[in-house]
């Protein structure tokens, strides 16, 4: 995420944290891309957070979606590749829920 601050001297006003991501991809697309199966990823990618580029988008009702910015793509091949490393990472992560 870029952050973009201005200090706009004299006239009062100063813009800070302005957040520039202008598109996401859901985790279905994300699955896709990469490969993976996408229970499998959900799996692993629970684990993030915003800062990490994980955001969830929220629909009618109680429907909701992962997705992902480009750099959550980028934090999330790092996490594949760390849970593909040892699987069995994932099986204490899920049996510890």
């Known amino acids: 995420m870029e952050l973009d601050t201005h200090d706009y001297r004299g006239s009062g006003l100063i813009l800070a944290q302005v957040n520039k991501v202008h598109h996401v991809h859901t985790i279905a697309r994300v699955a896709t891309m990469l490969g993976e199966d996408e229970d499998w990823l959900e799996d692993v990618a629970i684990e993030m957070d915003q800062e990490d ?19 959550g793509i ?24």
């Open 74 to 97: 980028e934090s999330l091949t790092g996490i594949i590749e760390i849970y593909k490393a040892d699987p069995d990472l994932l099986k204490r992560s899920t049996d510890s829920k």
């Open 53 to 71: 580029g994980l955001i969830w988008v929220y629909g009618p009702g109680d429907e909701s979606v992962m997705a992902f910015t480009d750099f």
